[in-house]
């Protein structure tokens, strides 16, 4: 058992991974313990908890992913890393561009396009298939650098000042971008910030938001490239925002408009309101009390959270029935 794949996976923690073995829907050949041919099954990524990012496996039915308890898709639900999982060796496929910064949807993409003629093998089978599929995030990339937290916007004068907490890693600096109220990015950096402070000129007056990631010179076999992390986002409200009047709504009590009341103090509490709304615009949002556990109590004021993202908030209140 000591010697078998997936006992390896067990004992130590593996990027990529890749098996092979006469298979069903939830089993491989001679990569387990089980039975005389030493099956895997697919529980056994839950049960024993491999330890790989990156699976690439085959044989015989485990493209049918849509099947309960296939093996592709068992790989996914180890308690312990499973990233994504593909079907390979008929067509092959190329992941080697994610060591220059690429996602693993590109080299899936790639190779699945493949004529022949731009990546070639000894036994190029089943050339252009699309079988092989992608479980698992296409977005996801070889070397991740932890972002900066905590992205603040003020303004000084005319100006905009960012600040943030640094990210953790050994990086170059942070690149700033901003963005107008339809929320495209343009990033406003020529070079990286050595700092954790931005002092963008002129723009206290606009509306929009910031994003601040950090990026590192990363260097591997395949060559060198400038890696970035996810961003951490401001919002910037503008000192020229025209107020729109308010709308007077009868029975309407107003908690919150421009500024919280005096004495006011923040509350906590969560409720799930469906999709986000499309960006760029405001909308009103209602919650009846019954679904926060309010209807029939005496409620003084509200509060607001925001985890990641960008988000204005204004008028705030309670509507009689």
């Given at each position: 058992?000591?010697?078998?794949?997936?006992?390896?996976?067990?004992?130590?923690?593996?990027?990529?991974?890749?098996?092979?073995?006469?298979?069903?829907?939830?089993?491989?050949?001679?990569?387990?313990?089980?039975?005389?041919?030493?099956?895997?099954?697919?529980?056994?990524?839950?049960?024993?908890?491999?330890?790989?990012?990156?699976?690439?496996?085959?044989?015989?039915?485990?493209?049918?992913?849509?099947?309960?308890?296939?093996?592709?898709?068992?790989?996914?639900?180890?308690?312990?890393?499973?990233?994504?999982?593909?079907?390979?060796?008929?067509?092959?496929?190329f992941f080697h561009h994610m060591g220059v910064g690429e996602t693993i949807g590109h080299g899936i993409r790639l190779s699945q396009n493949n004529p022949g003629t731009l990546y070639q093998n000894q036994v190029q089978r089943q050339l252009r298939g699309i079988h092989v599929a992608l479980l698992g995030?296409?977005?996801?990339?070889?070397?991740?650098?932890a972002p900066p937290t905590e992205a603040r916007s003020e303004t000084t004068g005319a100006d905009v000042v960012l600040t943030w907490k640094p990210s953790p890693d050994k990086i170059t600096g942070y690149h700033v971008y901003r963005a107008p109220g339809d929320g495209r990015f343009t990033r406003i950096t020529g070079s990286p910030v050595g700092e954790t402070r931005f002092v963008d000129p002129n723009r206290a007056r606009e509306v929009g938001g910031y994003m601040v990631r950090a990026v590192a010179l990363n260097t591997g076999p395949s060559g060198s490239y400038v890696n970035a992390s996810q961003g951490a986002f401001a919002s910037h409200r503008g000192t020229a925002t025209a107020q729109q009047p308010p709308v007077v709504i009868a029975g309407e009590t107003v908690w919150v408009d421009e500024a919280l009341p005096n004495g006011a103090v923040g509350g906590a509490g969560r409720r799930h309101m469906g999709e986000l709304p499309p960006t760029g615009r405001w909308v009103r949002l209602e919650v009846p009390a019954s679904a926060v556990e309010l209807e029939g109590k005496t409620v003084s004021g509200m509060g607001f959270n925001l985890f990641d993202g960008r988000a204005t908030w204004d008028r705030a209140g309670k509507r009689t029935p």
């Open positions: 058992m000591e010697e078998r794949w997936l006992q390896r996976l067990v004992t130590d923690i593996y990027l990529w991974a890749f098996g092979s073995g006469g298979g069903s829907d939830r089993s491989v050949g001679t990569l387990g313990a089980h039975g005389p041919w030493n099956d895997l099954w697919s529980s056994d990524f839950l049960d024993l908890r491999p330890k790989t990012a990156f699976y690439l496996m085959f044989g015989s039915w485990f493209a049918d992913w849509s099947q309960s308890d296939n093996i592709l898709r068992s790989a996914l639900a180890s308690r312990e890393l499973g990233l994504a999982a593909a079907w390979c060796g008929r067509p092959h496929l995030d296409p977005t996801l990339r070889l070397h991740v650098i």
